[in-house]
């Protein structure tokens, strides 16, 4: 007898809750109140900020860490210490989180968008080439939901025309390609430690850098211009206080001893997933290839396809989310189409270039696709628990496609 879906008032699937993000406990305690007893709550006078940027560029392959207060300040940090000039270009994929882009407009650059691979949701590198122009100075790959861009690729063409390339790993915590950690591979590499990200300390991010030329330049534009042997008052270069605060510090260095074996969980976890799902007609987990040695699972991406499986998208996150499986249909716009970008509503930012540019013409047709039709993911911390836990994910998809054709009718009189 077929199980009636629950979104049509049949069983649950699912009735206990996945694991609970951020994981924190005695540790995290006693580094914060260490911090707190100790008074010296900023980065200048404590230890916790300098001991979290230390360990996190060692065990992300890089010489220097420059703690930040975000993931959008890094990036513009990155930019900022890479030479970036007024109106220069930037190549960024349009399938990310809008500081992607936004942090390029705030370093007064012009963000130039290039599509995805369909297949890895990751930008493509031959679309990259083609973006490139006498302006171009940076190139900015995404690792995106944790799986890392095609460096090698992407690495050639920045060699051949002399670009910069500051790796976007806010979702890249412990991620490897081919064994070497995301954020190590390009110029500079930015991370995010915000809320959602696998690791964290609510508000947060770091450079990462093996030159010690762009780690100098990222510690001044940090810190107010200042320069190593300068007096205190000096300030050298535009710049401001971007400085990460000591309980920040504390909770990330408490968070960092977590985040091997975390990351060890979710991608085995994230493995075993896709290879289930991919044995079901119409869903597509992110292709992973050779050269991605961890994923870190940030996001579980995978593409509906909505022909195959028969109801769309919104129908199936909905019977999913039904089922106890809490799902999100991913980036509802490629950034270009955000109005952000069709107004040019970028304040003081680009004031020559925003008479000209025309983000209405922009076209990255696989983008489009995964926007508006195909795409889907689940968060990290539902990697953090027992393999069963991918097994009820996996039979909740598996009930949902033998019962496709009872959800598409539902999802026809709900005019989905
Ligand atoms: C790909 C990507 N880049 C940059 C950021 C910005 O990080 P933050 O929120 O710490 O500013 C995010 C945050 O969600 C992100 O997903």
């Known amino acids: 007898m077929p199980q009636t879906l629950a979104i049509l008032g049949g069983a649950k699937l699912r009735n206990r809750p996945f694991t609970s993000w951020p994981v924190f406990g005695k540790p995290e305690e006693q580094r914060l109140l260490g911090a707190l007893r100790s008074g010296k709550w900023g980065k200048l006078n404590g230890p916790e900020v300098a001991e979290f940027e230390q360990r996190f560029a060692t065990m992300h392959g890089a010489k220097h860490g420059i703690g930040v207060v975000n993931g959008t300040v890094s990036l513009r940090v990155a930019l ?31 963000p130039v968008f290039a599509d995805v691979d369909l297949e890895t949701f990751n930008l493509d590198p031959k679309a990259v080439e083609a973006a490139i122009t006498p302006r171009t100075r940076v190139i900015m790959p995404v690792h995106m939901a944790g799986q890392p861009a ?32 995301a954020g190590s591979i390009g ?39 200042r320069v190593a042997g300068g007096l205190w008052y000096e300030h050298h270069v535009m ?6 605060g000591e309980f920040q510090g504390a909770i990330l260095n408490a968070q960092l001893d977590r985040l091997e074996a975390q990351t060890q969980t979710r991608d085995r ?19 992973r290839p050779a050269d991605c040695t961890r ?3 940030h996001l579980f ?18 019977a999913l989310e039904a089922e106890g499986v809490p799902v999100c249909g991913g980036y509802a716009l490629p950034l270009y189409r955000q109005p952000l970008f069709l107004n040019r509503a970028f304040g003081p930012y680009l004031p020559n270039a925003s008479q000209t540019l025309d983000y ?30 991918m097994d009820d994910i996996a039979n909740a998809f598996e009930k949902v496609y033998n019962q496709r054709h009872a959800l598409a009718r539902w999802a026809k009189e709900k005019s989905l």
């Open 80 to 110: 900022m210490a890479a030479g970036i000039k007024s109106e220069d270009e930037v190549i960024v994929p349009p399938y990310t989180f809008l500081s992607t882009a936004s942090a390029v407009v705030e370093a007064n650059a012009v």
């Open 150 to 181: 095609d460096m090698d690729a992407i690495m050639a063409i920045a060699g051949r025309h002399k670009l910069v390339v500051i790796e976007d790993a806010a979702h890249a915590h412990g991620a490897l390609y081919r064994q070497c950690p």
């Open 187 to 225: 110029h500079l590499g930015s991370f995010s430690f915000q809320s959602s990200k696998n690791l964290t300390s609510g508000e947060g991010g770091i450079v990462v850098t093996s030159d010690d030329t762009l780690a100098a330049a990222c510690r001044s534009i940090h810190d107010c211009g």
């Open 239 to 244: 710049s401001g206080n971007y400085r990460l």
């Open 269 to 287: 976890n994230g493995q075993y997933l896709a290879a289930k799902l991919s044995q079901l007609p119409g869903i597509y987990p992110q292709k």
């Open 295 to 297: 994923h870190s699972y």
């Open 301 to 318: 991406l995978f593409r509906i396809d909505v022909a195959a499986f028969g109801a769309p998208r919104q129908a199936v996150l909905r």
């Open 360 to 389: 209405s013409k922009v076209s990255c047709p696989n983008c489009e696709k995964i926007c508006r039709e195909q795409g889907a993911w689940f968060e990290q911390s539902l990697f953090l628990g027992p393999q069963t836990d």
